[in-house]
C-alpha cells in the first residue's frame, strides 16, 4: 500500500492512501497531537470531508484498537512453524472471577497444557508474565497451546 | 505594595469585554482581531468608554505582545518546511510579492507619504495574516484540502521575508541619517542570517541551557532571554521585536515545541492587549478621512491575493473550487502588518489610522469571503477523470 506524505507547513504532516475499495483517505496528524480522518469524495477531489476528530488520547486508545490483534497475528506466525500448536487470545472480561487476580490463580497451565506468553493491556505488552502477575479486567491473554488447551484457558478466564 | 484598585477594575471590565467579543468572533468562525481593535478605539482617547488608569498598564503590555508575537513566529520556523517551500513555490511568492506590495506601495506615493511610510504600507498590504489563516483553514476543516499545503506554504515564505523586512524597516524608524539606517539594516540582516546558522548548526547547544524539564523553569529562562535580546536590540536601533524574533529562530527542536507550547496562552493574552492598544492609539476623527483609501486599498488586494492564492494552489495541480478557497483564504490581513505600523507609525500621522482600518477590513472581509467560496454543490465536471493524482 502506497501512502503520500505531504507537509502541511506550521500545521504538521498529512498521510493519503487510497483504501481497498477505492475510497482515498487522509490523516491530518498536528503538531498539537490531535488528528484528523478524512474522506475525498468524487465531485471534488481537492475538498476532504473530515470524518473524524481525535485528540492525542483518542488516538492512542484507536491505534492501541487497531494494533493489537496484530500483536497476537505475529504470535500466530510463529506457532506456524509447529504442527499442532495455536495461538488465540482470552480476554479477561472486568469484573470476571479473575478480574483482580493472580495469573497463577487460574491454574491455566496445570489444567490445560497452554501457555499464557503475553498479557496485552492497553497499550503496554507483559511479554512472559509470572504467575504473580495481577489480571485486570480488559486485559488479552495471548494463549499458545494445542486448540482443546486455547478453549480450555478460555472456559477457565470465562469461569 | 498597594493595590491599584481602579487599575484591577478597568483590566479587569477590558479583558471580559475582550473575551465577550472574542466568542462571538468564534462562534461565527471570524477572527476577533477586528473586535479587538473596535475595543481600543472605544477605550482609547476620543472614544466612548476611557479607561484612563489602564492606560500605562496596556501600552506596556502591547510592547509584551510585539515581542510575544515574533517570538512564536520565530518558533514556528523550521528548515524542512521552510525548504519545502522552497521548493515548490519560489514562484508563488513572487507573484504574491508584486502582486501585493506593489498596491501599498502606489497608495503610498499617492498619499504622499515619504520613503519609510511607502515601504511601511507596501509590507502591510503584502503579509497575509498566517495568525488567522492558520486557525481559519483548521476551523473550517480545510486542513485535508488538496489546495491546503499551497496556502500554508505561501504564508511559510511569507514570514520569512518578514524576517528580512522588519530589520530592514525598524532602523529607519528608530530615527537617523540615512547612513546610520542603511548601516543599522545591514546589522540587522547579518544578525538574522547569523540567526539561521546558529540555529541550524548550533540550536541544540542553545536548548540544553535553555531546556528545563519544569514548565515555570522552561518560560522563566525564554522569557528573561527573549527580553534581553530584545532590549539590546532596541539599544542598537534594530527593533526588540526583530531580537525576539532572532531568539525564536535560535531555538529549535524539542525546546521549540515545548516553548511554544508554554507561551501560547501568554501569546495570545498579550496580542489582544497589542491590538487593543492598537486601537487606543487611533483617534475615531482621524479615522473618517482615511477610510475611502483604506476601502480601495482593501479592495484591490483583496483581489490581487485572490489572484496569488488560486496561482499557488494551480501550481499544485488543484482544481477550479480549490484554488478559489486557497485565493480567498489567504485575504486575511492582521498581526504583522499592524506590527509593521507599531514600528514605523509613530513617525507618520496617516499610516496608523489607514492601517487599522485596512486590516478592520480584511480581517474582517477574508474569513467571510472564504467561507462563502466553501459552500455550494461542486459542479459536476463532465469528461474529467474521477480523480486527479496528488502532487507528489
Same mark, same amino acid.
Given at each position: 500500500?502506497?501512502?503520500?506524505?505531504?507537509?502541511?507547513?506550521?500545521?504538521?504532516?498529512?498521510?493519503?492512501?487510497?483504501?481497498?475499495?477505492?475510497?482515498?483517505?487522509?490523516?491530518?496528524?498536528?503538531?498539537?497531537?490531535?488528528?484528523?480522518?478524512?474522506?475525498?469524495?468524487?465531485?471534488?477531489?481537492?475538498?476532504?470531508?473530515?470524518?473524524?476528530?481525535?485528540?492525542?488520547?483518542?488516538?492512542?486508545?484507536?491505534?492501541?484498537?487497531?494494533?493489537?490483534?496484530?500483536?497476537?497475528?505475529?504470535?500466530?506466525?510463529?506457532?506456524?512453524?509447529?504442527?499442532?500448536?495455536?495461538?488465540?487470545?482470552?480476554?479477561?472480561?472486568?469484573?470476571?472471577?479473575?478480574?483482580?487476580?493472580?495469573?497463577?490463580?487460574?491454574?491455566?497451565?496445570?489444567?490445560?497444557?497452554?501457555?499464557?506468553?503475553?498479557?496485552?493491556?492497553?497499550?503496554?505488552?507483559?511479554?512472559?508474565?509470572?504467575?504473580?502477575?495481577?489480571?485486570?479486567?480488559?486485559?488479552?491473554?495471548?494463549?499458545?497451546?494445542?486448540?482443546?488447551?486455547?478453549?480450555?484457558?478460555?472456559?477457565?478466564?470465562?469461569? | 505594595?498597594?493595590?491599584?484598585?481602579?487599575?484591577?477594575?478597568?483590566?479587569?471590565?477590558?479583558?471580559?469585554?475582550?473575551?465577550?467579543? *472574542?466568542?462571538?468572533?468564534?462562534?461565527?468562525?471570524?477572527?476577533?482581531?477586528?473586535? @479587538?481593535?473596535?475595543?481600543?478605539?472605544?477605550?482609547?482617547?476620543?472614544?466612548? =468608554?476611557?479607561?484612563?488608569?489602564?492606560?500605562?498598564?496596556?501600552?506596556?503590555?502591547?510592547?509584551?505582545?510585539?515581542?510575544?508575537?515574533?517570538?512564536?513566529?520565530?518558533?514556528?520556523?523550521?528548515?524542512?518546511?521552510?525548504?519545502? *517551500?522552497?521548493?515548490?513555490?519560489?514562484?508563488?511568492?513572487?507573484?504574491?510579492? %508584486?502582486?501585493?506590495?506593489?498596491?501599498?506601495?502606489?497608495?503610498?506615493?499617492?498619499?504622499?507619504?515619504?520613503?519609510?511610510?511607502?515601504?511601511?504600507?507596501?509590507?502591510?498590504?503584502?503579509?497575509?495574516?498566517?495568525?488567522?489563516?492558520?486557525?481559519?483553514?483548521?476551523?473550517?476543516?480545510?486542513?485535508?484540502?488538496?489546495?491546503?499545503?499551497?496556502?500554508?506554504?505561501?504564508?511559510?515564505?511569507?514570514?520569512?521575508?518578514?524576517?528580512?523586512?522588519?530589520?530592514?524597516?525598524?532602523?529607519?524608524?528608530?530615527?537617523?541619517?540615512?547612513?546610520?539606517?542603511?548601516?543599522?539594516?545591514?546589522?540587522?540582516?547579518?544578525?538574522?542570517?547569523?540567526?539561521?546558522?546558529?540555529?541550524?548548526?548550533?540550536?541544540?547547544?542553545?536548548?540544553?541551557?535553555?531546556?528545563?524539564?519544569?514548565?515555570?523553569?522552561?518560560?522563566?529562562?525564554?522569557?528573561?532571554?527573549?527580553?534581553?535580546? =530584545?532590549?539590546?536590540?532596541?539599544?542598537?536601533? =534594530?527593533? +526588540?521585536?526583530?531580537?525576539?524574533?532572532?531568539?525564536?529562530?535560535?531555538?529549535?527542536?524539542?525546546?521549540?515545541?515545548?516553548?511554544?507550547?508554554?507561551?501560547?496562552?501568554?501569546?495570545?493574552?498579550?496580542?489582544?492587549?497589542?491590538?487593543?492598544?492598537?486601537?487606543?492609539?487611533?483617534?475615531?476623527?482621524?479615522?473618517?478621512?482615511?477610510?475611502?483609501? =483604506?476601502?480601495?486599498?482593501?479592495?484591490?488586494?483583496?483581489?490581487?491575493?485572490?489572484?496569488?492564492?488560486? @496561482? +499557488?494552489?494551480?501550481?499544485?495541480?488543484?482544481?477550479?473550487?480549490?484554488?478559489?478557497?486557497?485565493?480567498?483564504?489567504?485575504?486575511?490581513?492582521?498581526?504583522?502588518?499592524?506590527?509593521? %505600523?507599531?514600528?514605523?507609525?509613530?513617525?507618520?500621522?496617516?499610516?496608523?489610522?489607514?492601517?487599522? +482600518? @485596512?486590516?478592520?477590513?480584511?480581517?474582517?472581509?477574508?474569513?467571510?469571503?472564504?467561507?462563502?467560496?466553501?459552500?455550494?454543490?461542486?459542479?459536476?465536471?463532465?469528461?474529467?477523470?474521477?480523480?486527479?493524482?496528488?502532487?507528489?
Amino acid at each position: 500500500m502506497d501512502v503520500t506524505e505531504v507537509l502541511l507547513p506550521g500545521v504538521g504532516m498529512r498521510y493519503e492512501f487510497t483504501g481497498h475499495k477505492g475510497e482515498r483517505v487522509g490523516v491530518v496528524a498536528r503538531r498539537t497531537g490531535d488528528f484528523e480522518l478524512v474522506l475525498y469524495d468524487a465531485g471534488d477531489p481537492d475538498e476532504g470531508r473530515t470524518v473524524l476528530e481525535l485528540d492525542s488520547e483518542e488516538a492512542d486508545a484507536v491505534a492501541e484498537i487497531l494494533g493489537a490483534p496484530r500483536i497476537a497475528e505475529r504470535f500466530a506466525d510463529l506457532t506456524k512453524e509447529v504442527p499442532g500448536l495455536g495461538s488465540g487470545q482470552v480476554e479477561v472480561r472486568p469484573g470476571s472471577a479473575y478480574d483482580g487476580q493472580p495469573l497463577g490463580a487460574t491454574r491455566a497451565r496445570t489444567l490445560t497444557g497452554a501457555s499464557i506468553v503475553a498479557v496485552v493491556r492497553g497499550e503496554e505488552v507483559i511479554a512472559s508474565p509470572t504467575p504473580q502477575q495481577l489480571l485486570r479486567g480488559g486485559d488479552v491473554l495471548v494463549v499458545i497451546g494445542t486448540h482443546e488447551g486455547i478453549a480450555g484457558v478460555d472456559r477457565i478466564i470465562r469461569g | 505594595m498597594r493595590t491599584p484598585v481602579a487599575l484591577l477594575l478597568e483590566l479587569g471590565v477590558i479583558l471580559a469585554a475582550l473575551s465577550i467579543l *472574542g466568542t462571538l468572533a468564534r462562534r461565527l468562525t471570524l477572527s476577533p482581531i477586528p473586535l @479587538y481593535l473596535l475595543a481600543g478605539l472605544a477605550v482609547g482617547e476620543g472614544g466612548v =468608554a476611557p479607561v484612563p488608569a489602564s492606560g500605562e498598564f496596556v501600552e506596556t503590555g502591547a510592547a509584551i505582545g510585539v515581542i510575544l508575537l515574533l517570538l512564536v513566529l520565530g518558533l514556528e520556523f523550521s528548515l524542512p518546511e521552510f525548504a519545502v *517551500g522552497m521548493r515548490r513555490h519560489v514562484p508563488s511568492a513572487g507573484v504574491d510579492l %508584486v502582486l501585493n506590495a506593489v498596491p501599498g506601495a502606489v497608495a503610498g506615493l499617492l498619499l504622499g507619504l515619504d520613503g519609510l511610510g511607502t515601504l511601511a504600507l507596501a509590507g502591510a498590504t503584502y503579509i497575509s495574516s498566517s495568525g488567522i489563516v492558520a486557525r481559519l483553514l483548521s476551523d473550517l476543516h480545510r486542513l485535508g484540502n488538496r489546495e491546503t499545503p499551497a496556502v500554508l506554504s505561501v504564508l511559510v515564505l511569507e514570514d520569512c521575508a518578514m524576517a528580512l523586512y522588519l530589520p530592514v524597516i525598524a532602523v529607519p524608524a528608530s530615527g537617523g541619517s540615512w547612513w546610520q539606517a542603511a548601516l543599522g539594516a545591514l546589522i540587522a540582516i547579518t544578525a538574522v542570517l547569523a540567526a539561521f546558522t546558529v540555529s541550524y548548526r548550533w540550536g541544540h547547544h542553545l536548548g540544553r541551557v535553555i531546556e528545563h524539564p519544569d514548565e515555570e523553569q522552561l518560560l522563566l529562562r525564554v522569557l528573561g532571554l527573549t527580553l534581553l535580546v =530584545a532590549a539590546l536590540a532596541e539599544l542598537v536601533h =534594530a527593533s +526588540a521585536a526583530v531580537g525576539a524574533f532572532l531568539v525564536g529562530l535560535a531555538l529549535t527542536g524539542e525546546t521549540a515545541t515545548r516553548t511554544r507550547a508554554v507561551l501560547g496562552p501568554l501569546r495570545d493574552l498579550f496580542a489582544a492587549v497589542f491590538f487593543l492598544a492598537i486601537g487606543v492609539s487611533v483617534d475615531p476623527a482621524e479615522l473618517v478621512p482615511v477610510l475611502p483609501a =483604506a476601502l480601495a486599498l482593501a479592495a484591490v488586494t483583496l483581489v490581487t491575493k485572490v489572484v496569488t492564492g488560486r @496561482y +499557488a494552489a494551480r501550481r499544485d495541480r488543484v482544481g477550479r473550487r480549490g484554488q478559489w478557497r486557497a485565493g480567498t483564504a489567504l485575504i486575511a490581513r492582521g498581526e504583522f502588518s499592524l506590527v509593521i %505600523v507599531g514600528l514605523v507609525g509613530t513617525t507618520h500621522d496617516t499610516l496608523g489610522p489607514l492601517v487599522t +482600518a @485596512y486590516v478592520f477590513l480584511l480581517a474582517l472581509a477574508g474569513p467571510l469571503l472564504t467561507r462563502l467560496a466553501g459552500t455550494g454543490a461542486p459542479r459536476p465536471r463532465l469528461g474529467a477523470p474521477a480523480g486527479r493524482p496528488a502532487p507528489p
